[in-house]
């Protein structure tokens, strides 16, 4: 669960990515994370049909709904904590989604450069 600790990449206070869908690791709406949470689901995108497909073609198909996890499946435009390893890998194809920066947690800063995620920032970010 997100604690007054948890940074953003620009090392403000970590904001909400999205209550609906409810994402993040824990559920709670927030990027953050803890040594449960094996895929790193910290970097807070706003979904494209182009990456959707890019994320199915890899395996991981993100549209369908799975309601046994909790899992609505995702729309173009909804946002959500993306895996950074994941992100990384569509930013490497050229189909990374754009990125709220103030709702990405720092950790995931470990995997994917500042940088790269400042080039998929979206605006006012």
Known sequence: MKGPADRNVQGGTLAPCSTSPRTGFFR?????TGPEDHGLHVICARM??????YSRAQGNDLTTPAPEFGFPGLKPGDRWCLCAGRWREAYAAGRAPP?????THEEALA???LAA????ALDGD
């Open 111 to 113: 995997v994917v450069p």
């Open 99 to 103: 990125v709220v920066l103030a709702a």
């Open 48 to 53: 494209t049909a182009e990456f959707l497909a």
């Open 117 to 120: 995620l400042r080039e998929h």
């Open 28 to 32: 709670d709406g927030c990027c953050n």
